[in-house]
């Protein structure tokens, strides 16, 4: 279940479970909601991870209804007339669809750019800029001095400059890439964006088919040559695995292809550009599917597909579990089993140019026996997609959604749920020797040896681990340490959206070469702050002389890579005036991270699984007032 949300929030509304069969005549959508949704919704089973009701009450009706027609949610709806459909996403978000809908076209128009603001133009890649996941194809998610234009001395003066708002969704879970002076930028209510990087205002946005959670891409079009040079392309993934290539500059789609034909796959992790070849990520939400007695669990291979940047077609595709799979024993209510399957890649794959290869880091088994490519770091060939080494750090991890409330569907010995959501960071020593570093749910950071078949170096707890602990979303390396921050979330009672305000948390500097901690921050309790949780689930992000740090409570905090005194924070999870005209609120921060270019810090504020910490904001920050 990919850190606090990877399998599961990020869904706009995980798991309904429908059954009609029993349906009363023209039922209200309170009723439908009381016998189809609340199972998960309102569930006391703090591993079901559901967005809670008042969560997806901050929705649109448009939101729900499309997550219930052609989202996430339509294996589950699928049961519900269209009628049902719509009554539910009234009743959930408490208007109607009319009204919101009105709402909408009238703010479209708001904060669009300007000839004045540089049109549709984007004449360069040159100067400061984030593209991609890492920040570079080694994934490092660092930011050289020349580039950032921040700097241990300076980040205590970032001020807020813009906020861009996301309509229709309370969910902000994509990275910002920038590149050109524009912020590339995916939202909660299905459209990809470009927007200016000083005003933030909206240069174009092009809807797509779901929701972005991948932080773009941006490289030179290969499609032939044109008049008015050879242009640019932004690259990236849905929740419905598509992987899309748009002019960088207008935002016409140049080719759209869905590279895994699984109902349950998506690309979550960001997909690599590199030499005019696209490397893409599949991940899969099939954990929440087998949450239902009745589903056939489990069918879906995590795997890394190669796209020809220039068409989209396909170059090559490999899965991280090589055997199809076939039946096996039937649940315990009769219904036929499937494995192995699982091994999800939900993480941005490593690129090796020096060696040829790419690595990536894959997610637990859906079934049992475990596969030896779950919970691994694996090689492969970057021409061919051949396998060149496996990995494998925690066996016999076979878990899915629901296993501590009973699913038929768990595997018999459940592991504990220990996969990567977080990318392989490539890095050479000081002495010429190079290393793979990563952080796990387990709460254990891992050095790895690229160049002997992931020969373990070193390894160094560093959290207690869970299903919604240890390390989450990303790490962060300059050349001395890797940066990894702590969620070991933790709940009070048996609602699973009452946070422990008090438990979770901590980030640690540790050395590269030896895995010896360096220095640890402890977590920062909430204190009377609601529904709070001082976990640090989002990736991290290093410049020179500072490490960034968002967590679930809404903090976004610097700290010294020294000696890890605080340097600068800013309470994100407030109401902000924004440039689009869109009501803004930020909320928690979980799975992305800032990033950083030319002076400004750009990152998204509201993650959508916190119950009371949803939001859809884009914020900017700068120096001065």
């Known amino acids: 279940m990919r850190a606090i949300v990877g399998k599961l929030a990020g869904f706009a509304l995980l798991t309904l479970l429908l059954s009609a069969a029993d349906a009363l005549a023209q039922p209200s959508g309170a009723e439908l909601y009381a016998r189809a949704c609340a199972q998960c919704h309102d569930s006391s089973d703090t591993q079901m991870r559901a967005p809670q009701r008042d969560a997806l009450r901050a929705m649109t009706p448009e939101t729900i209804l499309r997550a219930l027609q052609a989202g996430t949610m339509r294996p589950f709806a699928q049961q519900l007339s269209a009628a049902e459909q719509e009554a539910v996403a009234v009743h959930l978000a408490g208007r109607g669809l009319a009204q919101q809908a009105a709402a909408a076209v009238a703010s479209a128009a708001e904060g669009q750019c300007t000839s004045a603001d ?64 524009r912020v590339y930028v995916g ?18 946005a092009f809807a797509t088919d779901a929701v972005v959670r991948t932080a773009p891409s941006v490289g030179p079009r290969r499609d032939g040559p044109r008049r008015d040079g050879p242009g640019f392309a932004v690259y990236f993934g849905d929740t419905r695995a598509y992987a899309y290539a748009l002019d960088a500059a207008s935002g016409a789609l140049l080719w759209k292809v869905k590279v895994d034909p699984h109902r349950a796959a998506r690309i979550t992790g960001a997909p690599a550009l590199h030499d005019g070849v696209l490397y893409v990520p599949v991940s899969s939400i099939e954990e929440a599917f087998a949450n239902r007695a009745d589903y056939e669990c489990c069918t879906f291979r995590g795997s890394v597909v190669a796209l020809d940047a220039a068409t989209g077609a396909e170059l090559w595709k490999t899965y991280t579990i090589a055997d199809e799979p076939r039946p096996t024993k039937p649940n315990r209510v009769g219904v036929q089993r499937f494995g192995p399957a699982g091994a999800a890649i ?94 796990q749910k387990s709460g254990v950071a891992h050095g790895l040896d690229p160049d002997r078949q992931g020969e ?110 605080l340097l600068w924070d800013v309470d994100t999870a407030r109401d902000y005036a924004t440039v689009n005209g869109v009501a803004g609120r930020g909320g928690a921060m979980d799975g992305p991270g800032p990033t950083v270019a030319g002076g400004m810090l750009y990152v998204t504020s509201g993650y959508g699984q916190w119950g009371g910490k949803p939001g859809n904001v884009v914020l900017a920050f700068g120096l001065g007032d």
């Open 456 to 565: 373990i170096l070193w390894q160094v707890r560093v959290g207690k681990g869970s299903a919604l602990g240890g390390s989450e979303w990303g790490s962060a390396a300059d050349d001395a340490n890797l940066y990894v921050a702590i969620s070991d979330v933790d709940f009070l009672g048996a609602n699973p959206f009452r946070l422990n305000p008090n438990a979770g948390g901590g980030l640690h500097a540790i050395d590269l070469a030896t895995g010896r901690v360096k220095w640890s921050v402890a977590p920062v309790p909430c204190g009377d702050r609601p529904n709070c949780s001082p976990a640090l689930s989002a990736a991290v992000t290093a410049i020179p002389g500072a490490v960034l740090s968002g967590g679930v409570s809404g903090w976004l905090r610097a700290y010294a890579t020294d000696d890890g005194r």
């Open 346 to 439: 939900f993480s941005a794959p490593t690129i090796d140019a020096a060696r040829g290869a790419i690595y990536v880091a894959t997610g637990n088994a859906y079934s049992e026996p475990a596969a030896g490519g779950s919970d691994a770091v694996i090689a492969l060939d970057l021409s061919t997609g051949r396998k060149l080494w496996e990995r494998q750090l925690t066996a016999g991890d076979a878990f899915v959604v629901g296993c501590f409330s009973g699913t038929p569907n768990c595997p018999d010995n459940p592991g504990p749920d220990y996969d990567f959501a977080q990318s392989p960071i490539l890095k050479t020593l000081a002495d010429g020797r190079r290393i793979l570093v990563i952080g």
């Open 187 to 204: 939202g909660g209510d299905r459209k990809l964006y470009a927007l200016d990087a000083k005003t933030g205002c909206t240069h174009w």
């Open 118 to 181: 540089g049109g549709t133009s984007l004449a360069s890649m040159d100067g400061p800029g984030w593209n991609g996941w890492g920040a570079d194809l080694a994934n490092s998610r660092f930011q050289a001095a020349g580039l950032a234009g921040l700097s241990a001395d300076t980040v205590g003066r970032l001020r807020l400059k813009w906020a861009f708002a996301f309509a229709g969704a309370l969910a902000a879970n994509a990275q910002p890439s920038v590149v050109g002076g």
